[in-house]
């Protein structure tokens, strides 16, 4: 179960640092699979998003 969430948390920073999506979208999917139960590390997650808005990554 561990590679599979750090599989998530590095597609929406890939696609995030790719400018697929905006932090916005990602952080409204993220959002989406927190409501329906997946079972994420949340701080994690939230963690990268913050650092693409501040430029960090």
């Known amino acids: 179960m561990t590679a ?3 599989v ?3 597609l929406i ?3 995030v640092r790719e400018q ?3 932090v916005a979208v990602g ?3 993220l959002h989406k699979m927190r409501l329906n139960g ?3 590390p949340w701080d994690m997650t939230e963690q990268v998003l913050v650092d693409f808005e501040r430029g960090a990554t």
């Open 4 to 6: 599979h969430l750090t």
């Open 8 to 10: 998530t948390v590095w």
């Open 13 to 15: 920073s890939e696609v």
């Open 20 to 22: 697929r999506i905006t």
């Open 27 to 29: 952080r409204a999917a």
């Open 38 to 40: 997946r079972r994420l």
